[in-house]
């Protein structure tokens, strides 16, 4: 399934950045610079949704980075520049929270690159250069995570690329360049896994792309430049 230009209801983008499928719903797809698609599987055509200047009640910006709905049915899509944006299925709009400088509550940075719902309902949100965000809806309060100097159990970068929660209820945030961190929500620290040459069985690269756990409760954790590690839990190696 590619773009075709002389076809309206083609894909709008052939680079792919997300896709979101719920369940008993249709499927969602972020693209890299032309917005987000919603592909109908009846029809084999795809609705698109851009930025319009004119509308501000139009997606935010058309660099799509991430797709999540969550347990209330709510689509969110994270951008790369446009913040993070809320799709209203019946009026067919879109709502914005963007960073304000003069806001401490407002989102730390614009560019949304991860979305993660946790078991407890709770959406948090990993960007590039702004760290992790945890967001109250119903507030629309955000609050940060960022990576301090002087502070070794903080985040270890601020640059997000993924997030992801264990069967245990552990959320892991992903680095592109401070590796792996487990987060202790009690605390409100971060332990950290970093590559070590001198160690055997650290992580093989601190770029992190992906987290997976299996049915043993593995983790399996991606990395741009490093392969794939294996990692087990149990004895931390």
Avoid at 41 to 56: A, E, L
Avoid at 106 to 112: G, I, T
Avoid at 167 to 186: E, H, I, M, P
Avoid at 210 to 223: A, F, M, N
Wanted: proline share 3%.
């Amino acid at each position: 399934v590619k773009h075709q230009p002389a076809e309206p209801y083609s894909l709008s983008n052939n680079t792919i950045k997300a896709i979101f499928k719920p369940q008993q719903a249709a499927l969602w797809i972020g693209t890299n610079t032309n917005g987000l698609n919603r592909y109908d599987q009846q029809s084999g055509q795809f609705v698109h949704f851009k930025h319009q200047r004119s509308d501000p009640h139009s997606l935010s910006d058309d660099r799509i980075r991430s797709i999540l709905q969550d347990k209330k049915g709510r689509l969110w899509i994270g951008t790369a520049g446009g913040g993070l944006n809320l799709f209203d299925h019946q009026t067919q709009r879109f709502k914005h929270w963007l960073n304000d400088k003069g806001d401490p509550h407002s989102l730390s940075n614009n560019r949304v690159i991860a979305l993660l719902e946790d078991s407890d309902g709770v959406l948090w949100l990993g960007t590039w250069g702004g760290g992790l965000n945890r967001f109250d809806p119903q507030t629309g309060k955000f609050s940060h995570f960022r990576h301090d100097e002087a502070n070794p159990f903080s985040l270890s970068h601020d640059k997000i690329s993924t997030l992801f929660e264990d069967r245990k209820g552990t959320l892991w945030v992903g680095t592109a360049g401070g590796g792996l961190n487990r987060f202790d929500r009690q605390s409100q620290q971060f332990d950290h896994y970093k590559h070590q040459a001198s160690v055997n069985h650290s992580i093989s690269h601190n770029n992190i792309t992906t987290i997976h756990e299996d049915r043993k409760g593995t983790l399996w954790i991606s990395t741009f430049g490093g392969g794939l590690n294996k990692y087990e839990v149990n004895k931390g190696r």
